[in-house]
């Protein structure tokens, strides 16, 4: 039997839209092969995963190394070497005073944990989290999303969450015309009519994604994260970035946050956390941090000895290369060819992100800005065919997601950025 077969008899994969899959075999760099020896270039990560390069020789040795030594002890109950240095590498990395580290293994873990953490701290119970948000997907993380797609089927959810509007000029929520300098941020306000008109005086956290991802690679405006976090400290209500897909370097900074000037108070990271090897982690200032008790948390697998030495040799490869002063050169590039494109292309609504997180947003009516979600669906499935592998996001799937391992080559961006102006083309004249 073939893995098309195996994969249709034995594994769950009706949550997936299917188009013909890749079978995916190996990668260098930003190359993925698939196992006849088709070449794609990625442009995707893995859901942006893989931001040190697909076969990264000195992190798959430095793993390598570990393994020899040890794989598994559990990191809570034993202590382990790989476990203390990535801990201390992750405050050195992190803005203002982040110091300790709880070790997970996936982004909806970190999320989980660090409302935990939010709720043992505060001694409060509920929460604020923005619209059009994706937080994971086990029972509390889908609960703080705020996309009805991903929701669908699993209700009822956890109560206590109330939703502010998304900060997305583009398609401003408040009516105001996507000028930031107009409207005062008036989205940011409205985080304090949330808080005091929707909780019950029992807020212990907002969540947010600095560079929002699956909700279709949205950056909130310059200054709304502070005047965000200005109405938290008065309201007595913790700051938790969700970096898990806005981290590592990703966005041109390590974290997505230091865009903003702004410092959580804990931040949740996975993802391009070790270059696809699973972890997950949260990060906090030692004052809440210590608010656990005996008892509070832990995770059999968090920690994971191999993973966290996969981590610290990314993390050394990303200082060494600078791959988040590449994500920003090279993203600037790509807004600025894709902008160019916008001029004569009615089919793109809007370009934005940071550093490599780019979004295209598709609309089928310039008047209307109707969602153009069949094109989306029309231009990832021609990338595809034409060996480029790109992503699609928004809650209505109608923005091309660009979020390539960060070392790929200017030569392989200026082939996605023109197999992408060919899909939309043959998409116009369908
Ligand atoms: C912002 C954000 N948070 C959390 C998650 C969940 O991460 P995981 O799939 O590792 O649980 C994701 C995954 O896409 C994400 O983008």
């Known amino acids: 039997m073939g ?6 008899d034995y594994v769950m994969t009706g949550f997936v839209k299917r188009v013909e899959p890749v079978v995916a075999d190996h990668g260098d760099g930003a190359l993925l092969y ?5 070449e794609y270039v990625d442009s995707f990560a893995g859901i942006s995963v893989t931001n040190a390069g697909h076969g990264n020789r000195k992190i798959i040795e430095a793993a390598k190394a570990q393994a020899d030594k040890l794989v598994h002890a559990c990191s809570y109950v034993y202590f382990v070497e790989t476990v203390g240095e990535l801990a201390e590498k992750l405050a050195e990395i992190t803005p203002g005073d982040l110091q300790k580290t709880f070790f997970c293994n996936s982004g909806a873990e970190a999320n989980e944990g660090a409302m935990r953490l939010a709720k043992r701290f505060t001694g409060k119970m ?36 109330a939703f502010a509007p998304t900060p997305y000029c583009y398609r401003c929520p408040l009516g105001h015309d996507g000028d930031p300098e107009k409207c005062g941020i008036a989205c940011a306000e409205r985080v304090m009519e949330v808080i005091r008109l929707h909780l ?49 370097g990703r966005t041109g900074k390590f974290f997505a946050i230091e865009h903003y000037g702004v410092v959580p108070d804990i931040i949740t990271m996975a993802k391009g956390i070790a270059d696809g090897w699973p972890l997950g982690a949260f990060i906090s ?23 966290c030495a996969a981590a610290i040799a990314n993390i050394a490869f990303h200082q060494e290369e600078d791959l988040a002063g590449n994500a920003l050169r090279k993203g ?30 598709l609309i089928a009516d310039p008047q209307t800005k109707s969602y153009g979600t069949a094109a989306a669906g029309f231009v990832r499935e021609y990338c595809l065919q034409h060996n480029v592998l790109i992503g699609v996001g928004g809650n209505f799937g109608n923005v091309l997601r660009l979020q390539p391992p960060l070392v790929i080559t200017e030569q392989q961006l200026e082939t996605v950025v023109s197999t992408v102006a060919d899909g939309l083309k043959a998409f116009a004249a369908r």
């Open 200 to 248: 019950s005086g029992s807020g212990c956290a907002f969540i947010a994604e600095p560079v929002m991802g699956e909700g279709g690679i949205i950056a909130p405006p310059d200054g709304y994260f502070k005047a965000v976090k200005k109405i938290l400290e008065n309201e007595g209500v913790l700051f938790i970035a969700d970096e898990v897909q806005s981290g590592f």
């Open 34 to 38: 698939d196992v006849d020896g088709t």
């Open 332 to 361: 600037a590039k790509v807004q600025e060819a894709l902008k160019e494109l916008a001029k004569t292309q009615p089919l793109i609504g809007d370009v934005r992100g940071k550093g490599l997180m780019i979004g295209v947003e």
């Open 3 to 8: 893995v098309k077969e195996q994969y249709r």
């Open 126 to 161: 509920e929460l604020v989290a923005l619209e059009s948000s994706f937080h994971g997907r086990t029972y509390a993380t889908l609960s703080i999303t705020g996309n009805s797609g991903r929701k669908m089927g699993g209700s009822p959810y956890m109560p206590g969450v």
């Open 285 to 307: 200032r030692a004052e809440i941090a210590d608010s656990f008790q005996p008892g509070d948390h832990l995770s059999t697998f968090g920690g994971n000895p191999v993973s």
